[in-house]
């Protein structure tokens, strides 16, 4: 019987950094490099989103306006004799070839809320103006300003203005 001739993934480069949480930007670029040439079909979450009918050894796939969510980008290259290789089988480093991430575009959360309650003893309380300055593209909290203020009571049915702040 014949040995299988399976193709050997070298190299995947990304134009996003792996290791971070988030990706705020909706444009992905995906390169694979072989060590010879091979037919590619490219998924995105379990769907097939790219295929030609090309034999290379380098692919570059281009990824537009992705919307905020989660995506899994998985491969499938063949050899002119069928003999094939995905990306959980093709092993870079300490993990295999699959790439999973979270496009996050949106600029953070603030919301306001109230609290009230009778009477309070010895509370520190936030009283004043606030003021939250982002990046254009909404990732980094550049400034939060906020008056803090020592009670030790606080009149009956006082009311307490607290800022939640969830920032990726």
């Given at each position: 019987m014949p040995e299988k001739d399976m193709p050997k993934l070298k190299e995947?480069?990304?134009?996003?950094?792996s290791t971070k949480e988030y990706i705020n930007d909706n444009n992905i670029i995906v390169e694979y490099?072989?060590?010879n040439d091979v037919f590619m079909e490219l998924s995105v979450n379990g769907q097939k989103a790219y295929s030609d009918n090309k034999f290379k050894k380098e692919w570059k796939f281009v990824l537009d306006d992705l919307e905020d969510g989660d995506y899994v980008?998985?491969?499938t290259a063949y050899t002119s004799k069928k003999?094939?290789?995905s990306g959980?089988?093709?092993i870079i480093?300490?993990?295999d070839a699959r790439l999973a991430f979270s496009i996050d575009t949106s600029a953070p959360i603030l919301s306001l809320s109230q609290k009230s309650a009778?009477?309070?003893?010895?509370?520190?309380?936030i009283f004043g103006a606030n003021t939250v300055i982002t990046e254009d593209d909404g990732s980094k909290l550049t400034e939060l300003r906020l008056m803090k203020t020592e009670v030790s009571v606080l009149p009956k049915n006082y009311q307490i203005m607290k800022i939640?702040?969830?920032i990726r």
């Amino acid at each position: 019987m014949p040995e299988k001739d399976m193709p050997k993934l070298k190299e995947v480069k990304t134009n996003f950094d792996s290791t971070k949480e988030y990706i705020n930007d909706n444009n992905i670029i995906v390169e694979y490099v072989f060590d010879n040439d091979v037919f590619m079909e490219l998924s995105v979450n379990g769907q097939k989103a790219y295929s030609d009918n090309k034999f290379k050894k380098e692919w570059k796939f281009v990824l537009d306006d992705l919307e905020d969510g989660d995506y899994v980008i998985d491969f499938t290259a063949y050899t002119s004799k069928k003999d094939n290789i995905s990306g959980k089988d093709a092993i870079i480093g300490d993990s295999d070839a699959r790439l999973a991430f979270s496009i996050d575009t949106s600029a953070p959360i603030l919301s306001l809320s109230q609290k009230s309650a009778e009477s309070v003893e010895n509370v520190s309380a936030i009283f004043g103006a606030n003021t939250v300055i982002t990046e254009d593209d909404g990732s980094k909290l550049t400034e939060l300003r906020l008056m803090k203020t020592e009670v030790s009571v606080l009149p009956k049915n006082y009311q307490i203005m607290k800022i939640i702040n969830r920032i990726r």
